[in-house]
T-cell receptor, first 112, second 113 residues
Framework: DAGVIQSPRHEVTEMGQEVTLRCKPI?????LFWYRQTMMRGLELLIY????????DSGMPEDRFSAKMPNASFSTLKIQPSEPRDSAVYFC??????????FGPGTRLLVL | AQSVTQLDSHVSVSEGTPVLLRCNYS??????LFWYVQHPNKGLQLLLK??????LVKGINGFEAEFKKSETSFHLTKPSAHMSDAAEYFC???????????FGTGTKLQVIP
């Protein structure tokens, strides 16, 4: 298995632009998680899906952030408009029920 | 409700000496507990997990952790530190409906040659 796939691996954009991060979970996994990691705040859970349904989005910072999971093999995290404080590494992880989370390599986002 | 407390934000050991990274948890459920490791500029990798089987769990790279329900602890240990162990370690608890996930704040391990 290829593991969790995230794209792009690096993204540099200007403030105000829309950013879309993509994630392909491991086939057969029914839970998907989006995390953000910064030096200041550490690792934060933004949102997680179970069977493509958002279960807990209490970690989503504000309305500028949105996440979708249109099917079991794809999810997006969108930031619109982006701000410099959104600069971070964004991780996607997937798991099957009650099991280990497998993390993707992350997307390093820099908003200028 | 559940929470995880990693008692040390930084731990420094000499190469070849034992490692102890401390983690305490609270949970209203029968939790599953995990330790993940993150090397610099890398993603998170599972070290080991406890899911209500044996209380002493062995993981990769010589690490192990003991689940102590009476102390609500799940400390990570290794008998002899190696330079390649320098990384950040996260303790994680999951439980309850939809397997709510809670990460600790992480412990940075420094290994001194």
């Amino acid at each position: 298995d290829a593991g969790v796939i995230q794209s792009p691996r690096h993204e540099v954009t200007e403030m105000g632009q829309e950013v879309t991060l993509r994630c392909k979970p491991i086939s057969g996994h029914n839970s998907l998680f989006w995390y953000r990691q910064t030096m200041m705040r550490g690792l934060e859970l933004l949102i997680y899906f179970n069977n493509n349904v958002p279960i807990d989005d209490s970690g989503m910072p504000e309305d500028r952030f949105s996440a979708k999971m249109p099917n079991a093999s794809f999810s997006t995290l969108k930031i619109q408009p982006s701000e410099p404080r959104d600069s971070a590494v964004y991780f996607c992880a997937s798991s099957s029920s009650q099991e280990t989370q497998y993390f993707g390599p992350g997307t390093r986002l820099l908003v200028l | 409700a559940q929470s995880v407390t990693q008692l040390d934000s930084h731990v420094s050991v000499s190469e070849g000496t034992p490692v102890l990274l401390r983690c305490n948890y609270s949970s209203s459920y029968s939790p599953s507990l995990f330790w993940y490791v993150q090397h610099p500029n890398k993603g998170l990798q599972l070290l080991l997990k406890y899911t209500s089987a044996a209380t002493l769990v062995k993981g990769i790279n010589g690490f192990e952790a003991e689940f102590k329900k009476s102390e609500t602890s799940f400390h990570l240990t290794k008998p002899s530190a190696h330079m390649s162990d320098a990384a950040e370690y996260f303790c994680v608890v999951t439980g309850g409906g939809y397997q709510k996930v809670t990460f600790g704040t992480g412990t940075k391990l420094q290994v001194i040659p």
